[in-house]
Structure formats: structure tokens, C-alpha cells
């Protein structure tokens, strides 16, 4: 069974660092993984997707990586900003399972003026 | 173009009443999902639909049902409202490839 994990559950850091987020999945026969950020009383907004052919991917400031083979994806967030301050889930499509994804529970980040 | 949208917003219900939650999308998209969310266990799909007149279980169906009636609207059920369906339920829709997901705002329910 494919489990999501991501840590911290938590984090804080200064504005102008510069920081990465952890998602761990049991299973390495994914489809895709994508990166969402969720803010307080909203829906999900999708960052980026990574095809399980790809090594990574860049939006702006935030860049994703994925590893298959040893289970992990990174999303790095440059020069990070109050307004980067969500949660933020990663989630796997398993290969053979239509488009159902698999969610981890996220990592909430707040970054301090 | 709107998305995902999803009605109602909040809803406070009595244990057994029943209702239907509205989702429809403007994207043109094949594939319809709904998820919960609750504190401590993320997002878990209920239920999903690949393309209009199908429907398929997800990881937690039990208590609801769901009504695909034509590409734009997908539709979720609670028949007998139970305490344990308090939750935050998101509607999502997809496309092909790459498949990303897109998400309507939530709508937030409360069984009392």
C-alpha cells in the first residue's frame, strides 16, 4: 500500500532563506507527483507535477525534484517571502490506478517578516 | 472561466438528515474526484469519475454516493448524515497529460 510522508509537520524560518520540504513514498511505481499549496479555509492549488520520467521541475522560485528509485521528492523554495507562508502537500499517482492520488498530510510553513 | 465550483459552502446537519453536495467544472475535463480532509489524516479520496457515466470507489466510499450526470457536474451524497462525516470536502477535476488536478474552494460540513 503507498504511504505519503512529509517532514516537518511544521515550519518556520526568516524571510530571504532559502529551504526545502520533504516527501517520502513507500511505493516507487508512481505515475506522477505533484505539489500543492493549501492556505487557511482554501482549496488546493497545484505548483508543479513531476512525471515519473523527470527528475525535476521549476515554476519561478520553487523548484521539485524526485528521486523514484530511493522514494523522495524535494520542493525548494528560493528567497522565501510571508506570502509563501501555506501548507504545502505533496501527492503520488499510483501507475495503475486512474488518476487517484495519494496525499501526504503537508508541511506548514510560516515565514517571519 | 470559474474552474471548479462547489456549492454550498457550509452546511450544518442533524445525525440522519441527508443532502448532496454540488461540484461542476468549466475545464472540459474527463475525470471528476472528491476528497475529505480531516485533521491529521490529509486529503482521502471518496470517490472518482474517469469520464461521464462512470464512477469508481476511492479509499473511504462507505456512506456516500455519487451521481455523474454529464461532463461538468459531479455530484456527492450522504443518505443518512453521520457525526463521523464532519469534514472538509474538495471537489477536484483533471485532464489527460499531465493530469494535474484542479480544485474547487471546499465546502465545509458539519453533522451534529
Known amino acids: 500500500k503507498q504511504e505519503v510522508t512529509q517532514i516537518p509537520a511544521a515550519l518556520s524560518v526568516p524571510e530571504g532563506e532559502n529551504l526545502v520540504l520533504n516527501c517520502s513514498f513507500t511505493d516507487s511505481a508512481i505515475y506522477n507527483l505533484q505539489w500543492f499549496r493549501q492556505d487557511p479555509g482554501k482549496g488546493l492549488t497545484s505548483l508543479l507535477l513531476i512525471q515519473s520520467s523527470q527528475r525535476e521541475q521549476t515554476s519561478g522560485r520553487l523548484n521539485a525534484s524526485l528521486d523514484k528509485s530511493s522514494g523522495r521528492s524535494t520542493l525548494y523554495i528560493a528567497a522565501s517571502q510571508p506570502g509563501d507562508s501555506a501548507t504545502y502537500l505533496c501527492?503520488?499517482?499510483?501507475?495503475?490506478?486512474?488518476?487517484?492520488?495519494?496525499f501526504g498530510q503537508g508541511t506548514e510553513l510560516s515565514v517571519k517578516p | 472561466n470559474a474552474g471548479v465550483t462547489q456549492t454550498p459552502k457550509f452546511q450544518v446537519l442533524k445525525t440522519g438528515q441527508s443532502m448532496t453536495l454540488q461540484c461542476a467544472q468549466d475545464?472540459?475535463?474527463?475525470?471528476m474526484y472528491w476528497y475529505r480532509q480531516d485533521p491529521g489524516m490529509g486529503l482521502r479520496l471518496i470517490y472518482y469519475?474517469?469520464?461521464?457515466?462512470?464512477?469508481d470507489k476511492g479509499e473511504v466510499p462507505n456512506g456516500y454516493n455519487v451521481s455523474r450526470l454529464n461532463k461538468r457536474e459531479f455530484s456527492l451524497r450522504l443518505e443518512s448524515a453521520a457525526p463521523s462525516q464532519t469534514s472538509v470536502y474538495f471537489c477536484?477535476?483533471?485532464?489527460?497529460?499531465?493530469?494535474?488536478?484542479?480544485f474547487g474552494p471546499g465546502t465545509r460540513l458539519t453533522v451534529l
Open positions: 475545464m472540459n475535463h474527463n475525470s
Open positions: 469519475s474517469a469520464s461521464e457515466g462512470t464512477t
Open positions: 501527492a503520488v499517482r499510483r501507475g495503475n490506478q486512474g488518476g487517484k492520488l495519494i
Open positions: 477536484a477535476s483533471s485532464e489527460g497529460v499531465p493530469d494535474t488536478q484542479y
